[in-house]
């Protein structure tokens, strides 16, 4: 398929700009004219139009296929809360930093600040903060205000975060970012963060505790409160990762089994396609001793019902332009809204049975590492197909060959030919059925013809790609 430029005739528009009808500026200063006219493609616009269509059809989601792809919640998402975003699109992001201009922005700030105090009753926190623009970022800021909290009280002696090894690699590069030194505790074979270790590992030095739970084992640690009672002893925090928090919505609030700080991932759990690299948005809450520390400034409600933004000095300062992506913000305020109390319980159910018939389904042919029952996602290992010379990615890529994506597969690190399996709440079961169907086949294949696997995919325009290769040798260049 050719690239648009390549496309380009010169002379051809989709516009037609009219003639300036004001007169003339001053000439633009020669020191900031580009050197060279910027490349820009000359197409009409339906040349436009069916060029990016084609490209859509080319295109893997969730609006097309079965998206299982484990600890990243794929779900499907209605198209109203598309429309949310777009309702804001004549709001400049400026307005409410200007003098006087707060007035006329008062709807969006009654939004974020409406979504804040609706992440802060769905998470158990006293306040929450939008800035941060994706899950990582929530968490660099929560690191930041835990680290700005112990430092408020004098206690810089604290050098330690406490992760598990089946923990988001983003929890260990947030906290190492942040300045501190980690220490990683082995999982158990239960499949929750070994206990004992972790008694072993806490001390006066540890500043923070970081936990995804349920883990990336799809497993609900029942240890949780312990684990917050043992850190809070020895005067470290407890951070939460909310990347998998579609499976408890409405069951668990995660401060109210004693965590300090916690990240929540809207564009996974509420409303806003997940992939593609963004735009994301991941709103911290904390409790209330850790407020001061919030990113600055904040969107107030005032005593006459109107809303301020307002500057807060022992704040980590601003950690993002504004106050985040409002576009998702105002997706995941429709979400939750639309849906309610119950309606989000009935997502963690719907989302936790799906994960569970997938498992019970499939145990027989592959390797069940942890038996227990899943929450949001089943792991298996694909060790019984390795004796036959099929790995976890020969699967993967046969399942493209029959429509679907394939899981995440290699991770989490600590299960040997990892296969991580995310249904999400909103597939039905003559869906997964296909799925589990396409599945079993393959583990036939495995046992049958391995060899037919090895060659997958091949219903794709290319073949089996260099997978290391592409990752570590990007050739990028801009001519």
């Given amino acids: 398929m050719q690239l648009i ?58 609006d097309t296929n079965f998206y299982p792809l484990g600890s990243c919640t794929m779900k499907y998402n209605t198209k109203v809360t598309e429309n949310a975003g777009g309702l804001f699109a004549g709001c400049h992001p400026v307005l409410p930093l200007l003098p006087g201009g707060e007035r006329l922005v008062q709807g969006p700030l009654s939004l974020i600040h409406g979504l804040e105090q609706q992440l802060a009753e769905i998470t158990g926190m006293d306040e929450v903060t939008t800035q941060p623009l994706a899950g990582a970022h929530g968490e660099m800021t929560g690191i930041m205000v835990i680290s700005a909290y112990h ?8 050098k330690y975060v406490i992760v598990p090894d089946s923990s988001h690699g983003t929890n260990p590069a947030s906290a190492a970012m942040a300045g501190y030194e980690i220490v990683t505790i082995p999982t158990a074979p239960y499949g929750d963060m070994d206990l004992d270790q972790f008694k072993n590992a806490m001390n006066d030095e540890v500043a923070a505790v970081m936990m995804t739970c349920p883990n990336t084992l799809g497993l609900f640690n029942p240890h949780i409160a312990e684990i917050c009672d043992i850190a809070h002893q020895a005067g470290a925090l407890t951070y939460y990762d909310g990347a998998n928090l579609n499976a408890i919505l409405g069951k668990v609030r995660p401060g109210d089994v004693g965590f300090d700080v ?28 850790l407020i001061p520390y919030l990113p600055t400034p904040r969107v107030q409600r005032t005593e006459d019902g109107s809303f301020v933004v307002e500057a807060h ?20 305020y429709a979400y939750i809204t639309l849906l309610g109390r119950e309606g989000l319980i009935e997502v963690s159910e719907h989302a936790v049975l799906n994960a569970n018939y997938i498992m019970a389904r499939l145990k027989d042919e592959y390797e069940l590492p942890f038996e227990q029952t899943c929450m949001h996602e089943c792991v298996f290992s694909a060790s019984r197909q390795l004796k036959e010379g099929v790995h976890a990615i020969d699967i993967a890529k046969y399942l493209i060959d029959r429509g679907f994506h394939p899981p995440t597969v290699y991770f989490p690190l600590n299960v040997k030919e990892a ?32 060899e037919a696997l090895h060659q997958a995919p091949v219903t794709t325009p290319v073949g089996r790609l260099d ?13």
């Fill in 5 to 62: 430029f390549e496309k380009s005739v010169p002379g051809r528009s989709g516009v037609r700009v009219p003639l300036s009808d004001v007169p003339k500026a001053s000439p633009f200063p020669d020191a900031l004219r580009r050197k060279e006219p910027v490349l820009l493609p000359e197409v009409s616009e339906l040349d436009l139009v069916r060029h990016y269509t084609s490209l859509s059809r080319r295109n893997f989601s969730v």
């Fill in 151 to 158: 430092k408020a009280r004098g206690d810089q002696k604290r």
């Fill in 262 to 289: 916690i990240h929540v991932n809207l564009h996974k759990t509420f409303g806003t396609p997940h992939g593609g690299g963004g735009p994301g948005s991941g709103p911290v809450g904390v409790k209330k001793g």
């Fill in 313 to 332: 000095p022992e704040g980590i300062g601003r950690v993002s332009d504004f106050f985040g992506n409002f576009a998702i913000m105002a997706r995941a």
């Fill in 419 to 450: 296969i991580m399996i995310e249904p999400t709440e909103t597939e039905s079961k003559q869906t997964m059925d296909l799925f589990i169907d396409v599945m079993l086949e393959a583990a036939r294949l495995a046992r049958e013809n391995p």
């Fill in 467 to 479: 997978e290391t290769r592409a990752a570590r040798a990007q050739q990028v260049c801009c001519e």
